[in-house]
């Protein structure tokens, strides 16, 4: 069965205009996973779960920022102000508050 983790993966997609390979790689998923909560077959659990939901928490602020076509690309480029890692690595090395950080800066200077 599953659960509101699930609905999660499709929101994001829509809304921030990302790819299975970029929630996969967030997540840690394999594509096939991703493929199965988009489905709503699977459901994500544990650090998964909480990946995902780091990724919604970041997608629903860039959209405000940014054009929402543009979300993949920023999530991919390296990033000074991460010492030039990429937002989709960082968020799946558990560490949201680095790129949580940079897109507050983004909110506050109202432009990216």
């Known amino acids: 069965m ?3 983790f699930a609905g999660e993966a499709a929101y994001i997609r829509e809304l921030g205009h990302l790819e299975v ?3 996969a790689r967030a997540t840690g998923a394999n594509e ?3 493929r199965a909560w988009l489905r709503e ?3 994500p659990s544990g650090a998964r779960a909480e990946r995902l939901a780091e990724l919604s928490s970041i997608v629903e602020r860039l959209v405000c920022v940014m054009e929402a076509t543009y979300v993949p690309v920023w999530v991919r ?3 000074a102000l ?3 890692d990429k937002p989709l690595d ?3 090395a558990g560490e949201y ?3 949580s950080r940079v897109v507050a800066g983004l909110e506050a200077s109202g432009a990216a």
Do not use: E, M, N, Q
């Open 97 to 99: 508050r680095r790129v």
């Open 2 to 4: 599953a659960t509101a």
């Open 77 to 79: 480029k390296p990033i």
């Open 21 to 23: 390979p970029d929630i």
């Open 32 to 34: 096939t996973t991703v």
């Open 90 to 92: 960082v968020i799946a």
């Open 82 to 84: 991460l010492d030039d």
């Open 41 to 43: 077959t699977r459901s």
